[in-house]
């Protein structure tokens, strides 16, 4: 069957491969000896050597801060050592399978490739010569997913840093950037794919909560942008994101504590508070209304009641069915007014009123 073999096991060359190095050819000419010395076992794991020693590069080339960024809630070991002198070094405090799915989730893996190391991973630890399984590895299985990663890893470019979300967006953690530079981004942001937008988004809601500067006021500058192309899962995963902030203030872990705030700001600033959920929605109504009513409540409180409307009409008129008694009747004393009139505030409150009819 070696006439049959895929070019990933017969002729494992740079040259063949011009993504590879010699790291991953040294290991895909081992798992070719294994396989013609009858360890098709052994020689699968040399395959998945030679995987993930490129698939650590490519993740490099596209970015480490957005690799990072993709895999901060996933379990597992996953910090990366930026002093290592070798690739093997700054990669050993990262599970294997936690790279698989970061990569995955930036599009620098193709899903097919994932799938093939998923299948690999799997044989590792329940059909190799370290375990005792009735599922042994076959010559055929080593065939048919190295013909799948050399399709969809071995023979893919390496990622070009000067068109990914890491390439255009490295100068925003290192200074202010001016009006200009900023439209240029935009620019950028608006040629972006959905893969691209879904990294950015993530990458840029990660620089907001963190608040330092200049990287909070420029990725503020950004959001936007980045708002209107994203889909409402990402949007809902901001509000997520204010929620679990409300009921975990030790899961904040920016210096001043200030990320649940900054999150706010930044959903009232693109009109997306209705992506909070329900429960977190409701505090912030009922808040802003109690303010409301203790303006209301005061003599000659008018002018405190139009700031005290103008603090909850940010949020938009998007109340949760489990506020909606608190916060309406507040609306409506405010709206009917009094024997000495109303205020100005029926005004602000106005959109209120409209999603009603």
């Not at 990663?149 to 068109?163: R, T, W």
């Amino acid at each position: 069957m070696s006439d049959n073999l895929p070019i990933l096991l017969s002729s494992p060359t740079t040259t063949n491969f011009p993504a590879s190095v010699i790291t991953e050819i040294e290991f895909l000419s081992q798992a070719r000896r294994l396989l013609d010395a009858g360890f098709p076992d052994h020689s699968l794991l040399d395959l998945w050597n030679a995987a993930v020693h490129n698939l650590r590069r490519r993740v490099e080339a596209y970015g480490l801060a957005l690799f990072e960024s993709a895999i901060k809630d996933d379990a597992g070991r996953k910090k990366y050592d930026k002093d290592g002198e070798t690739i093997n070094e700054r990669w050993s405090g990262v599970d294997d399978m936690t790279l698989i799915n970061g990569a995955t989730k930036l599009g620098v893996l193709h899903k097919k490739a994932g799938k093939s190391l998923e299948m690999i991973n799997w044989m590792r630890n329940h059909a190799s010569p370290a375990h005792a399984s009735d599922s042994k590895v076959e010559v055929e299985d080593v065939y048919a997913l190295a013909l799948m990663l050399q399709k969809n890893l071995f023979e893919a470019e390496m990622p070009d840093p000067g068109h990914s979300p890491s390439g255009l967006f490295e100068p925003i953690k290192k200074s202010e950037l001016t009006t200009e530079k900023i439209d240029i981004l935009k620019d950028q942001i608006r040629a972006f794919k959905q893969g691209d937008i879904r990294i950015t988004f993530g990458f840029l809601l990660d620089l907001i909560t963190k608040g330092e500067t200049p990287a909070h006021g420029n990725s503020i500058n950004l959001f936007p942008e980045v708002w209107e192309k994203s889909n409402d899962d990402l949007k809902k995963s901001a509000g997520q994101r204010y929620h679990s902030y409300l009921l975990d203030p030790d899961s904040d872990t920016s210096e001043d504590k200030g990320a649940k705030i900054r999150i706010l700001e930044t959903l009232v600033k693109v009109n997306g508070v209705r992506f909070i959920p329900d429960a977190a929605r409701a505090s912030l109504y009922r808040h802003a209304v109690k303010k409301l009513a203790q303006a209301k409540d005061t003599s000659y409180g008018w002018v405190n009641e139009e700031k005290s409307a103008v603090a909850l009409a940010q949020f938009g008129p998007h109340v949760p069915s489990i506020a909606f008694e608190d916060v309406y009747q507040e609306i409506l004393t405010v709206w009917v007014g009094n024997y000495w009139g109303r205020s100005s505030a029926h005004v602000t409150l106005k959109p209120f009123i409209d999603v009603l009819r």
